[in-house]
């Protein structure tokens, strides 16, 4: 067992919610990470136990075009400030992962610099992915290269040059030794070396027990990452997409399905085969903002905390702030906020209240940790399912309707009577069934 099979995550962009500037101008070091680290508490008062905070590092705009991957971006404040803030996390028992872009690096990354300078006589020139000096770009550098998602603002690290290998690794090498960071969430996995991610999967190994690597995977079989050559975790889009669009068509089979799918990818168990579970993140539209009905908020949550993975909250979501891509921006979805201005928010705010709840009861509850999962009632709309976890069975259970559902969940265990965690609602089993009664768009856990 390591840290992150119990881990509950709380997830934040800080450029955003510290409200830096768009565009790093080199200015001035400013100290925001210092006033963000308030927040420790609040992570801590919802239930969270590790934070994914990125991206961090010197960069020109919004942090996924790196410039230096050993100095804090100066938007945000020095080196100094991002040893306290990691250590102030582990003194609340907060593990911490940052992100890590790889894949590629920004135009002003030492490496690509010496290339625009010394062209083909640029020792760095290999560094990067089909570098043509017949070529050239919007930039009018004379030259041509790879970059990601088709934006040469971001040019493409050669990740099979030994050289760019080796520097990686020191990289991850030297966030461990400077700022003792816990594990690295790996931008754009889905387009990384594989023999490039066998390589930091035995640095992490050499770096630090339990240290964690999860990348970010969008389509395909997970498996291919996740196993014990390259990644522990990746991003499940798919329960993702499961989880709102499920809810938003009344159709518990899609969500039933896609964890199906998944315990098939993951060659018939979880227990090596944990996913980072998420309603929303930096770059897709808030969960508030996307459900058709915003009653849904309670069983997506629901469901996040209690189906097979670890489950993330990204910032803000716990208050059910919302957020939609405009113009083709993720401005909206990234926002500067006051923490001061949710004080009150857990006995106030019904949505925070909610993942509190569902934080404790996570954390209480090894079973929906560990434990393996069995489909015992499915409908279009209503669900339930047992975690089962050294001969303990918990049981969630949710009603996507717009009216009350009275249920009756066959259930051949051992245990006789159940309480309702979010209910306090006590449950019998009676010939080898449990009636449980829920609202509208509501949902329990059985324990």
Not at 96 to 117: C, M, Q, S, W, Y
Not at 157 to 181: A, G, H, K, M, T
Not at 207 to 227: A, T
Request: hydrophobic share 35%.
């Amino acid at each position: 067992m390591a840290w992150y099979d119990e881990a509950i995550f709380y997830h934040i962009y800080p450029l955003g919610l510290s409200g830096a500037p768009a565009q790093n101008e080199k200015g001035e070091i400013v100290h925001r990470l210092r006033d963000m680290e308030n927040w420790i508490d609040h992570i801590k008062a919802i239930g969270c136990n590790a934070l994914y905070i990125g991206p961090l590092f010197e960069s020109v705009g919004h942090g996924y075009e790196t410039t230096d991957y050993k100095t804090l971006d100066r938007r945000l404040g020095d080196n100094e400030d991002l040893k306290h803030f990691v250590a102030s996390c582990h003194k609340k028992n907060v593990k911490v992962i940052f992100d890590g872009v790889f894949n590629h690096t920004g135009r002003d990354f030492f490496a690509f610099l010496d290339v625009k300078e010394h062209r083909e006589n640029s020792r760095y020139k290999d560094w990067y992915c089909n570098v043509n000096f017949g070529g050239n770009n919007e930039y009018n550098d004379g030259f041509s290269y790879d970059n990601w998602g088709g934006y040469n603002l971001l040019v493409k690290l050669n990740q099979r040059n030994p050289e760019v290998r080796d520097y990686i690794y020191d990289v991850i090498r030297f966030w461990v030794s400077e700022f003792d960071v816990d594990g690295i969430r790996l931008d754009a996995a889905d387009v990384l070396d594989f023999d490039f991610m066998k390589g930091m999967r035995r640095v992490a190994e050499e770096v630090k027990p339990d240290f964690w690597l999860m990348g970010e995977v969008i389509h395909g079989e997970y498996n291919r990452w996740v196993n014990t050559d390259t990644l522990h975790s990746v991003t499940n889009y798919h329960l993702n997409k499961a989880l709102w669009s499920g809810c938003n068509d009344h159709n518990f089979f899609e969500i039933a399905h896609t964890v199906k799918r998944l315990y098939d990818m993951g060659g018939g168990h979880y227990e090596n085969f944990k996913l980072y579970n998420f309603a929303d993140n930096h770059d897709v539209e808030r969960i508030a903002s996307i459900l058709s009905s915003k009653e849904h908020f309670d069983v997506v949550h629901i469901l996040m905390y209690t189906l097979p993975g670890i489950p993330s909250i990204y910032y803000g979501s716990e208050f059910a702030i919302e957020g939609k891509k405009e113009r083709g921006s993720d401005a909206s979805l990234r926002p500067s906020l006051n923490l001061s201005d949710y004080e009150n928010a857990i006995e106030e705010n019904p949505a925070t209240a909610l993942i509190a709840k569902l934080g404790q009861i996570r954390q209480n509850t090894p079973a929906l940790s560990y434990g393996e999962y069995k489909e015992l009632l499915l409908m279009n709309r209503q669900y339930a399912y047992s975690r089962s976890y050294q001969g303990t069975d918990v049981i969630a259970v949710v009603n996507n309707d717009e009216q009350e559902a009275v249920l009756r969940i066959p259930y051949s265990g051992s245990q006789t009577s159940f309480t309702g965690s979010l209910t306090q609602k006590t449950y019998t089993v009676e010939n080898g069934q449990i009636e449980v009664v829920l609202p509208a768009y509501g949902g329990d856990i059985l324990v």
